[in-house]
């Protein structure tokens, strides 16, 4: 409701004093504020905050009449009234000298500002005024309080006697009242009997006056509290009565609430104690309690000291709370907690080094609570030691905070919009964003699917877009519209403000006359007639209908109420404004429909139909009278009506009508009197009214039954009146805001299937629910509630510490207001089945199932139910969590649901949980079964505790299964990234446990081994794929191993069989092809020459444009192989798509390097055409490819392959491909690096081996090796050399494979069993080390938009 801006400003004194101000105080107009000194007074002027006059006492008359204690404004601010430490008590009179000035505003010349109105002076220049004595009144006794009433001045002295002084000039005397015998007791009823409590030696500390209850919330010096009152308006002492509580002893102090009739007394334990009057009884009830929770402030909790001060501000919806130890709270009023300087940054510098907290002497709203004056007490204390030290002018200890606040404090018929609206002193904080978006009556912040899509990764889940959630959730930055400030400066400050159903204008209303702004044009439009808007003063708040203003006002030259309408298209002025007269003073003012309702001082409710008229040229609107309704039998004050609504909402009376119908129709009244929500709905018992008249207009409207209590404790009501047949719970409902006792829905209740209910059930139900943050507004449709909250940022490290001293900047955090929601539906669905109305939360769920949040809405209820549950100390008989499990198994998202909650959930709780829900290794079964495969990986995460019986082996086998049903469904998920880094509650239990780590790296590593031995390429890049593997890492540790190839033709014809490669073949016109010359070469693996040196393959994030380059480099740094011919394929690019490979079926696609058109050219010339036996065979070798899919799996293969120096693969799949500049490369790596000898014969024999093949089984294959056939000899000169003869001895691969795949994991498996878990730790971490870039470089690859590397 209230929010703190900015940095709190610090008031500049002229005084040449160096005393310290005692009291602040300001007068009921809020135009002044009195400081006290203790030998002096001060009167400011408010805006801008300004010393206008001091008065100083002499010496002689300070030794007589001892140091100012306290002071008291008169109502119409024309007195002040001081008290003295010696009891006397001085009254001022304040003199205002009409044509004088102190400061007035300088302007440029010509300026629109000059002599705007009539009366600028007075508006705008701040008055002289002086101080003058009238009188001394000694009391003879020590003051301790002193309070104001209407006419009168009551002050308690230390003598237990009550002085009532009237204020004009005590010609009258004064009237004193002995405690003693005014008769106490536990409520007035008791009195009234005779029942009397000892009060013998009763002395007030503190009281204050509460017209709307007629009597005086006190505290005794015992600490006890108590009410004063009269039974008539005369206050004797024959006539008081008391009453008073005996179970609180320890208030300190007081302050009452008029509006909502509330006390609220301070105590020594530092919590705040707010009671109400029983109208019945007059005895004195708790309505709730100001506390700080020790979950909140653990630091500070029990040590704030007692309550020193509490003031309410001027509009009774908030108050502000101080302690004696320092520190500031402010509440909304009836308890919720909207901000505290005891925590976060007001306590801690950005450094870490905590500062006091915020000690206050006295404090006082401002004008419409917009300001806050307090007296620093820590500066006071400071000032006296540096002053000393350094003889410096004391620094002045009189701060003032800045607020914006909800429209709805001031204005609450803005409780049926949608948008958040709050009001400062000169501008406005809209959430609505920009109004040019806007294109239907509800904020496109709640339609994300009207944007356009934006691009997803190719990994995406196809969920709700994390940036599309936030933008309907609504993000913390506020619309801002500064108000105009030719309209500020004569009309500040603001009192109202409201915004269209739209979201594309708002109007704001001033002292006088109200403008307003279109979000649409940035424009604001004021009243040309300045004499116009200065005759007409608004006091029952606007609201709009549709495109025009609706404001009840009063009109200052007639000296009548009127009911105005304003067009919003047309220039502000009297002549286009539609007029109603009112009867009596208007208070509040709201709009239903076409209907306007307005409540009169009267305390009457009038109801008016608003219609606009067709057939004028100038948009107006007609107000007709179309019902009054007098409230005084139940209301005793007007002044205690916060807000007044017209609804549609109804109970049993109404069942004979229909839904569609209710929805159009006033149902009923919803009044706040002082926090009780009374709702008046239309008598329907009765037979109907039917009007005879011919004018359709005129219909009489039935009568209204008797008000009815709904609820307590009601700070705003939220209501609607669309209607939709889907969600017709959640706009057919109430909505309550009731402050530190969180929300209440009033929800209706339909029969299922449209079945005709019983005349007992109930038609609602009121549930109440939690929420974390105030609600401002509530989006029905989209179950959420939005708001606002306190931020803070610290900027002192600017600061040096000598510069800082007093700084705001230093003492105080910068306090930012932000934009927050909150999902409200699991609180109601709980609500529902908690009292067995699962059928009802059944259809209210189903009609809320398209929201993107709904699976969080049922996680979030599950979570609370779960930790509610099985942390409670109590026994549960009849536990709720069962039966919300049964809820969720109604929705196709339960798998999901279930294993979300326990991965946020303790570990110590999942025992409970899934002795709900069930075995988790059947739940896993069933989401492969419904190839959910994300929620499977979810839920191997879950298995691998080491509590479930071979949760570590069923885990092996389920990740493999998932592997493999990875390479059926397009799903992607980061397996492995969350096994290596779980997040969540049990995260530090995973850090500890490092043996299950690495029995889950070496199950992955024996299963990739598995894959590699069985020559299943594919699967291995699928499993790679899918489960985040470090591949790169691992084969680099295993190609002397597993990535070993031992057979290198059986290797050669698996790749073919599983990419659905073609073997090449050779026509028998071959022998005359100039193919076979060499002559022309046909794709890139028929370029032949070689690079000498070693080509530098940088990292890049696409793999193949990295290969592509890496080719290009090796054709044209060619210097080895024997003489070609000049003529060769060049690319000429085209605008088909980049990097994609080219298939068997057109001649014109690309290769792997890029896409275009190929054609023959020579280096001299541009082109060259080809002959038909050319064609014949560039077709032919062009058939020989296999799908492009399978080209581009073998290219990212190819890559890792190489990266690992695995280079036995790479020659294998440089094979397929038959690209001779990888074989090129692989022979130029072997040359200029230390490659192991045994890879190197490795290689020689497979070749051998390959060529052997060819030669009787595959001919197709002999061009190719040809071409390569000098580097083979190259390769055998380098086998010679390196390889001893020793080296050739015959030796079995199976059981040097056997040997060596084993023994490792021997040695790893022994390693993780018999040494510490540090030890494992970090081998694992060092592991993972190694492999981090090549993993990064591998994900980059498949997050590349350009490619599908996905394995399928």
């Known amino acids: 409701m209230y929010f703190l801006s900015g940095w709190p400003k610090r008031l500049s004194c002229p005084l040449e004093s160096v005393e310290q101000p005692l009291h602040i105080q300001a007068d009921p107009q809020k135009a002044f504020f009195m400081v006290l000194f203790p030998s002096q007074l001060s009167i400011w002027y408010s805006r801008p905050s300004v010393l206008i006059v001091s008065y100083k006492e002499p010496s002689k008359s300070t030794s007589q009449f001892g140091p100012y204690k306290g002071a008291e404004w008169r109502p119409d601010s024309t007195m002040i009234a001081v008290s003295t430490v010696n009891g006397y008590i001085l009254f001022f009179d304040i003199l205002s000298s009409r044509e004088k000035y102190i400061y007035e505003p300088v302007y440029p010349k010509e300026s629109s500002h000059v002599k705007r109105t009539l009366h600028y002076k007075e508006e705008q220049c701040v008055p002289s005024l002086n101080i003058q004595m009238k009188k001394v009144l000694d009391l003879q006794a020590s003051i301790s309080s002193l ?77 006890r509290i108590g009410f004063l009152t009269s039974v008539s308006s005369r206050f004797t002492a024959e006539q008081l009565y008391g009453v008073c ?43 709730h309690k100001l506390e700080l929770m020790p979950k909140q402030y653990p630091d500070i909790w029990n040590k704030t000291g007692p309550v020193k001060l509490i003031r309410w501000s001027p509009d009774g919806c908030a108050v502000m709370v101080t302690w004696k130890c320092g520190g500031m709270s402010l509440w909304s009023v009836f308890g919720a907690q909207l901000i505290c300087t005891l925590g976060g940054d007001f306590v801690y510098r950005s450094d870490g080094i905590k500062k006091d907290p915020l000690k206050i002497h ?42 914006i606040k909800s429209a709805l404090a001031v204005n609450p018929c803005m409780s049926n919009q949608e948008q958040v609206l709050l ?57 801002v519209v500064q108000i105009h400030s030719t309209y500020l400066e004569s009309n500040w400050p603001i009192k109202f403000s409201a915004i269209d159903k739209l979201g594309q204008n708002v109007a704001v209303v001033g002292k006088f006359g109200f403008a307003h702004y279109s979000l649409i044009t940035k424009k604001w439009k004021l009243f040309g007639n300045v004499a116009q808007e200065q005759n007409m003063m608004v006091t029952g708040g606007l609201a709009w209908w549709n495109d025009f203003i609706v404001l009840a006002c009063y009109n200052l030259n007639d000296h009548q109420e009127e009911l105005r309408t304003y067009p919003q298209t047309s220039n502000l002025d009297n002549t286009f404004a539609s007029v109603a007269k009112v009867q009596a003073d208007t208070l509040l003012l709201s709009v239903f429909r076409d209907i306007v309702i307005l409540f009169r001082a009267d305390c009457s409710i009038c109801l008016y139909s608003i219609e606009r008229r067709p057939d004028s040229l100038n948009p107006t609107a007609s107000v007709q009278v179309l019902q009054e309704v007098s409230m005084s039998r139940y209301i005793p004050h007007p002044f205690l009506v916060v807000s007044v609504t017209l609804t549609s909402v109804r109970t049993e009376t109404g069942i004979g009508l229909k839904m569609s119908q209710q929805a159009c129709e006033a149902e ?16 329907r018992s009765g037979p109907q009214i039917r009007e005879k008249d011919n004018n359709p207009n005129q219909r009489k409207l039935l009568p209204f039954c008797a008000p009815v209590v709904v609820a307590q404790s009601v700070e705003n009501v939220w209501t609607t009146c669309r209607l939709e047949k889907q969600k017709h719970h959640l706009l057919e409902a109430l909505w309550l805001s009731c402050g530190g006792a969180g929300m209440k829905v009033w929800l209706p209740l339909f029969p299922r299937d449209h079945r005709k209910p019983h005349s007992f059930l109930s038609r609602r139900i009121m549930l109440p629910f939690h929420i974390n943050i105030y609600p401002l507004a509530v989006l029905f449709e989209d179950a959420l509630v939005l708001g606002a909250v306190n931020d803070t940022v610290l900027y002192d490290c600017l600061y040096t510490q000598t510069s800082a001293r007093e700084h705001s900047e230093v003492l105080f955090p910068f306090c930012i207001v932000e934009r927050t929601s909150q999902i409200y539906l699991h609180h109601v669905l709980r609500q529902l089945l908690v009292r067995n109305l699962g059928e009802q939360a059944l259809l209210l769920a189903h009609s809320c199932a398209t929201l993107p949040y709904f699976p969080h809405v049922l996680e979030l209820m599950l979570h609370e139910v779960l930790e509610e549950e099985a942390t409670s100390q109590e026994p549960i008989p009849d536990p709720l969590l069962p039966t919300v499990v049964k809820f969720i198994t109604e929705f196709p998202l339960f798998l999901q649901t279930v294993v979300h909650c326990a991965r946020k959930t303790e570990y110590a709780l999942w025992n409970y949980l899934f002795a709900a829900v ?104 699928c499993f790679a794929a899918q489960l985040s593997f470090e591949l790169i890492g691992w084969l680099r540790k295993e190609r002397t191993r597993a990535a070993c190839v031992e057979d290198f033709v059986t290797a050669l014809k698996k790749l073919h069989e599983d990419f659905l490669w073609p073997f090449p073949v050779i026509p028998a016109s071959s022998i005359n092809s100039p193919f076979k010359t060499g002559k022309y070469r046909a794709g890139t693996f028929l370029n032949v020459e070689m690079d000498t040196g070693v080509p530098n393959i940088p990292r890049s994030h696409s793999w193949l444009g990295t290969i592509s380059s890496s080719q290009r480099e090796v054709d044209t740094v060619s210097s080895h192989g024997p003489p070609m011919q000049d003529t060769f394929l060049s690319p000429l690019l085209n605008k088909g798509d980049e990097c994609s490979i ?113 030669s009787t089984d595959c001919p197709g294959y002999k061009p190719f090796i040809n071409i390569i056939k000098p580097q083979i000899q190259k390769l055998n000169e380098i086998t010679d050399e390196q390889v001893q003869p020793e080296a050739f001895q015959p030796v079995n691969p199976s059981n040097v494979t056997k040997q060596a795949s084993p023994g490792v994991e021997e040695s790893m498996t022994s390693s993780s069993h018999c040494t510490n878990p540090q030890s494992d730790a970090a081998n694992s971490s060092v592991i993972r080390h190694e492999e981090d870039k090549s993993t990064t470089e591998e994900k980059d690859s498949f997050q590349d938009d350009s490619y599908d590397c996905t394995m399928s």
Request: aromatic share 8%; proline share 2%.
């Open 147 to 223: 309070q104001c009433m209407v006419e009168d001045l009551l002050v308690a002295t230390a003598d237990g006697y009550l002085h009532l002084i009237h204020w004009d000039g005590m010609t009258n005397g004064r009237k004193v009242i002995n405690l003693c015998t005014v008769p106490f007791s536990v409520d007035l009823q008791s009195s009234r009997a005779g029942s009397f409590l000892g009060f013998k030696d009763a002395r007030i500390r503190d009281m204050e006056y509460c017209a709307t209850l007629n009597g005086f919330a006190v505290v005794f010096n015992d600490g």
């Open 245 to 287: 509580l005996q179970d609180v002893v320890d208030g300190t102090c007081v302050a009452v609430n008029n509006k909502y009739r509330l006390m609220a007394f301070g105590c020594v334990n530092g919590s705040v104690q707010v009671y109400t009057m029983d109208i019945t009884t007059g005895a004195m009830q708790l309505s």
């Open 362 to 403: 006295s404090m006082s709203w401002g004008s419409e609570g917009y300001h806050l004056w307090v007296i620093d007490g820590n500066c006071s204390q400071n000032t006296k030691c540096k002053r000393d030290a350094k003889k410096e002018a004391p620094q002045f200890s009189i701060l003032q905070f800045q607020f």
């Open 423 to 479: 009001q400062g002193e000169d501008c406005l904080y809209l959430n609505c964003g920009d109004a040019k978006q806007v294109q239907s009556p509800r904020n496109t912040l709640l339609h994300p699917e009207h944007k356009p899509a934006r691009g997803r990764g190719p990994f995406s889940d196809g969920g709700l877009d994390s940036q599309s959630l936030s933008t309907l959730l609504g993000h913390r930055h506020w619309h």
């Open 668 to 683: 009923s009244i919803m009044l706040n009197l002082a926090g009780q929500l009374i709702m008046l709905q239309r008598d």
């Open 918 to 1021: 069930g075995n988790p290794k059947d739940l896993f079964e069933e989401c492969l079964m419904a190839q959910d495969l994300d929620t499977a990986a979810s839920y191997l995460i879950i298995l691998q505790e080491p509590s479930s019986s071979g949760g570590f082996e069923f885990f092996r086998h389920g990740s493999i299964s998932l592997s493999q049903s990875a390479e059926h469904f397009h799903s992607k998920f980061n397996l492995q990234k969350t096994l290596s880094m779980p997040s969540g509650p049990s995260g530090k239990r995973w850090i500890k446990d490092c043996d299950e780590n690495m029995y889950i790296d070496m199950m992955l590593w024996r299963h990739a081994r598995h894959l590699l031995e069985e020559i299943k390429l594919k699967d291995l890049g």
């Open 1142 to 1254: 080219g298939s068997a079926t057109d001649l014109t696609e690309a290769s792997s390097m890029v896409d275009g058109d190929w054609t023959m050219v020579d280096e001299n010339s541009s082109s060259l055409s080809l002959t038909q036996s050319e064609l014949e065979h560039l077709s032919l070798e062009l058939a020989c490819k296999g799908p492009h899919k399978s080209q581009v799996q073998l290219q990212y293969l190819l890559h890792i392959f190489m990266e690992a120096g695995c280079l036995d693969w790479c020659i294998i799949i440089g094979f397929i491909l038959r690209e001779s500049s990888v074989i090129n490369q692989i022979f130029s790596i072997m040359q200029s690096s230390d490659i192991d000898g045994e890879i190197c014969q490795n290689i020689k024999t497979g070749l051998c081996a390959i060529d052997e093949w060819a």
